[in-house]
């Protein structure tokens, strides 16, 4: 059972709820905060995350066996972020993964952690691995490059590898104006003891904080995908462009590979991940679950309007200001403004295209000629 935080008592501290509940949502001035995240200049409180331990020799090929990514062959303080998926090819669970050379540590989303453990350990069978939920231990803290105050013990370093995409991965946005290559966001693993030396540092000057709204803020503007945010119960990793940081698309079998290789082969994902510049001029900023909707209009009629998708996440940005992703149906035009449903008023919203409606389909399948009568 974790226990609260000591960053929650430094001064200005505002306790977040939903999912990022257990942790700061602002220390004061969220916009203030972004920009010195932004900068390097920040750390994140993510201590109501999930950490999961594996050990044992036999740990890096019995991940590799079930999870998306290649994983067998990671060298001592290599990261990888991996997928869990089911028989269907929808998401489970995703885990941030870096491996020490004698322990692979697992980051993930709070409510994923026992889950996730319990399913792990169900299939060791007679592997030498162990796994363990280490939370109430080990915590969790994230930076664009922020250093750890002097007397914190660094247990692991997870680097994010969204600023690339990985060996083995592939990219459905368009290349040209890419937003992740600012993305150099990673997460430390420290002993939960050693939260108390951040807060001291904190109050002494010697630390900034920034709470988790300017960490989603950033991470929206990189088009970064969240587990607990942009993932439900149909979501496939092609949705979210997800096969650019998290799928090895020629590793060996596990469980729902076959649909990763044909929808990205011979299919097209459902949805499709995308970007929303928000109208700002009635201070409505939507939340996770309003309704995308987008005008039909037909020949000789009125205009018809339709939900199309839903939001995900959303921030007030330093720069951009209100953005949001939303999941929606792949064959809405990418051109389409969008309205939004959020507090009784309607929010405009114009659209970037992350995810292109032509996403998938790599194999160039030749046509057949048609089968009839020779003359």
């Not at 977040?16 to 409180?45: C, F």
């Not at 998708?309 to 953005?323: D, Y």
């Not at 008023?345 to 790599?362: D, K, L």
């Amino acid at each position: 059972m974790m226990t609260d935080s000591p960053l929650l008592a430094v001064p200005g501290a505002v306790a977040a709820d939903g999912i990022d509940a257990g942790v700061a949502s602002h220390y004061g001035n969220p916009l203030v905060e972004q920009r010195r995240l932004e900068e390097g200049l920040a750390l994140v409180d993510l201590s109501n995350r999930g950490v999961l331990s594996v050990t044992g020799p036999d740990r890096l090929t019995w991940l590799d066996s079930m999870a998306s990514q290649s994983l067998a062959r990671l060298q001592p303080g290599d990261s990888a972020e991996a997928l869990f998926l089911d028989a269907s090819g929808r998401v489970e669970h995703a885990v941030h993964l870096v491996d020490d050379g004698e322990t692979a540590w697992l980051v993930l989303e709070a409510s994923s952690a026992e889950p996730l453990r319990a399913w792990l350990d169900r299939m060791r069978f007679m592997l030498r691995v162990a796994v363990a939920d280490v939370s109430a231990e080990t915590a969790v803290i994230g930076s664009l490059g922020a250093p750890l105050p002097d007397g914190v013990a660094v247990t692991a370093i997870w680097n994010d590898p969204w600023a690339h995409v990985a060996p083995g991965g592939f990219q459905y946005a368009a290349e040209s104006g890419h937003p992740s290559a600012e993305w150099g966001y990673s997460e430390t693993l420290v002993p939960r003891a050693d939260l108390s030396v951040i807060a001291r540092a904190a109050r002494a000057g010697d630390v900034t904080l920034a709470g988790s709204l300017a960490l989603e803020a950033l991470r929206i503007a990189a088009w970064r995908p969240r587990f607990a945010t942009e993932v439900d119960e149909r979501t496939i990793p092609h949705e979210l462009d997800w096969l650019r940081s998290a799928v090895h698309l020629s590793k060996g079998c596990y469980r729902g590979q076959e649909t990763v290789a044909k929808v990205h082969n011979l299919g097209r994902p459902p949805r499709r991940l995308v970007l929303l510049h928000l109208d700002g001029s009635d201070t409505v900023l939507p939340v996770h679950g309003d309704i995308v909707s987008a005008d039909k209009v037909r020949p000789e009629s009125e205009a018809e309007r339709r939900a199309v998708g839903v939001v995900t996440s959303s921030a007030l940005h330093h720069e951009l200001g209100p953005i949001a992703l939303a999941v929606v149906k792949r064959a809405v035009p990418s051109d389409i403004p969008f309205t939004i449903d959020s507090h009784e008023t309607e929010v405009a919203a114009a659209q970037v295209e992350i995810v292109p409606s032509g996403a998938g389909a790599q194999v160039d399948v030749p046509r057949l000629p048609r089968l009839g009568i020779r003359r």
